[in-house]
């Protein structure tokens, strides 16, 4: 589960008071997620009473938070459906609690749709690219924690751990994209806050109605076309093979570029984003299963699953259609 730090009522209650949202009627420890704290926090004001989530953050610092909440609240300010953090009087967004950094979000309506078609596609393609738009005129800049650097610093602690081939995948991808990276035509894509953790686990519907995006703590300013890659290796993608879905990811960048279209240069060079976004949550999953933090208390997701992404991308370059 991920409760890592173990929050009381009456430290959750005196947060609530101190954001004036009323009194604690409720405290529930959420189970899934794998990196912070959270909690569903019930607080009663007038009457009514509303549903929050709390996030205690278990790796990230006082100083890398503002970047994230006051992305979430510009957004929310755009009308784009994501949690609005919630302010002390002085206008806070960050709090402590329990001697962590914490913050008090609105809990999103609906539920994860894990098993999605092309009209959850749709829906999310065309939300990302408005983000991606809404986004463009956010003034803090933090890179993405996860990307190339990141890569590079985590690999030689994971390599002891796999098997020849695998290894050999691992080097050889890496190398790739630390060659692309240097390249004229990835230089000068497109670039701006984005979500990078835009998986299925991290979007809101109600029935076929996305309600919401939630989970900014991966978010940075890096390409919009790592953000449609990372989308594009889960949502449109078939879990068992890897496979990418041809029809799940047309549908999902036509409703992309209904709203953003996308460059030449982003069309051309999707196949290695794509290889990118699969080998980002390859080395993250295998740095979770290989050298955990507190194993007794959270799942690490499976590795063999991006691994055979990877594998997929490679052999199997994509573009989208005209
Ligand atoms: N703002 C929110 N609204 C509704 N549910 C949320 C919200 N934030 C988190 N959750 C719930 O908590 C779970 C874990 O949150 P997540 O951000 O994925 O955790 P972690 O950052 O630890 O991986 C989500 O799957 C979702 O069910
Ligand atoms: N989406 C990532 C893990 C990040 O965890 P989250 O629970 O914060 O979304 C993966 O699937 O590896």
Known sequence: MAVFTTVSPEEASALV?????GTLVDLRGITSGIENTNYFVTAEREGRRT?????LFERLGFEQLPFYLHLMKHLAGRGIPVPDPKADASGEILHAVCGKPAALVDKLRGSHQLAPSNVHCHQVGAMLARMHLAGQDYPRVQPNLRGLPWWVETVPSILPHLDGAQRQLLE?????????AQSPAYLALPRGPI???LFRDNVMFEGDTLTGFFDFYFAGVDTFLFDVAVCLNDWCTDLDSGRLDEGRAQVFVAAYQSVRPLTHDEVRLMPALLRAGALRFWISRLWDFHLPRDAHMLKPHDPGHFERILR???ETPWHPEP
């Open 17 to 21: 008071q101190r954001l004036q949202l």
């Open 312 to 314: 997929q991308r490679v």
């Open 172 to 180: 050889d991808e890496l190398a790739f994209q630390r060659s692309h």
């Open 51 to 55: 549903e929050y989530v709390l996030t």
């Open 195 to 197: 979500h990078a953790d």
